[in-house]
């Protein structure tokens, strides 16, 4: 090989190198360079999902009679933020048809109500949605203070409510050891965030009448999806920032099904307005709407609704 060619080669080969440096030092390769060598086994998703969702309920009397009764649930809806969807809401089907649908304020309950049952009732849910992965581009520099959050927020999910219990010396104590005098939003949402994902191990409970309430968890450090999210809530309203429940399923590629689940929506205020957003503690979700999520009810902050 000619001196020419050898030079001619070392710098193409210098040019190639220069490229995928060049490529690296790009953000969007850095974020899925971190992604995998981090976790390279975590599960991925693509940035759309289509689902059939079918639910079915049956009432049994069990060789007796049921005098009356009534079965309500909630009509699942769209999500959008900024104009996009989240989670749509294709098509949704019941049989046999609800009899009476009520407007609870951030959902409608679909009613059913019946007499004199002897053998079954079964009540089939089909629906047809489409979701799509969403990341809040948002920090400390872009949300505004605690006292941004808008009144009807205030009003609805600062108290005690269900198992989110608020005002309570110890709930207090742990939100001043974790929040401090800090009122920005974001940084308070992270604070908690970080704290019990640092702290609060996951566990299923068995045997238990419900999920904990924000103390329960507080005190043996450890619960499931709705035991932590509760505690979210409890320390985050402490803070003076409202927060509150969202519920429906996840979809787990390792088990090829979906479960129940729940989750922490709040808002979180901007310059141009502000926007709700999804924290999803035991899944490591801060500020990120994944698509295998789906939402069937959103807390309305009434306590009886839970």
Not at 41 to 66: C, K, W
Not at 177 to 205: C, F, P, Q, R, S
Request: hydrophobic share 40%; with cysteine; glycine share 8%.
């Amino acid at each position: 090989m000619s001196e020419r060619s050898r030079k001619a080669g070392k710098t193409l080969v210098v040019a190639v190198i220069l490229v995928v440096v060049l490529l690296l030092l790009l953000p969007p390769t850095q974020d899925l360079l971190r992604e995998y060598l981090v976790d390279p086994f975590s599960p991925q998703y693509p940035e759309e999902v289509q689902m059939e969702i079918v639910r079915t309920l049956t009432l049994d009397a069990n060789g007796g009679e049921v005098i009356s009764y009534t079965v309500d649930l909630p009509r699942p809806v769209s999500i959008m933020d900024e104009g996009a969807y989240l989670q749509k809401v294709d098509r949704l089907s019941v049989s046999p048809s609800y009899h009476e649908l009520w407007d609870n304020g951030t959902y409608d309950t679909m009613v059913w109500e019946g007499e004199d049952l002897y053998g079954t009732f079964t009540l089939t849910m089909t629906i047809e949605v489409t979701q799509r992965i969403h990341v809040w581009d948002l920090d400390e520099g872009s949300v505004l203070e605690k006292d941004e959050v808008p009144q009807y927020y205030q009003d609805n999910y600062l108290d005690d409510q269900w198992k989110i219990i608020v005002d309570d010396p110890g709930i207090e104590a742990l939100r001043e050891d974790i929040v401090g005098d800090e009122t920005n939003v974001y940084l308070i949402a992270k604070a908690i965030y970080d704290w019990i994902d640092e702290n609060v191990d996951y566990h299923i409970w068995t045997g238990t009448d419900g999920p904990l309430s924000s103390l329960e968890t507080y005190e043996v450090l450890k619960g499931d999806c709705d035991d932590q999210s509760i505690l979210f809530c409890a320390l985050a309203r402490s803070a003076g920032v409202p927060a509150w429940l969202q519920l429906g399923a996840v979809y787990s590629p390792g088990s090829g099904e979906m479960g129940g689940h729940a989750w922490v929506q709040m808002f979180m205020p901007t310059e141009d307005g502000g926007t709700n957003v999804t924290i999803d503690i035991v899944n490591d979700d801060f500020l990120v709407w994944m698509p295998n999520l789906f939402c069937e009810y959103t807390d309305n902050g009434d306590a009886d609704d839970l």
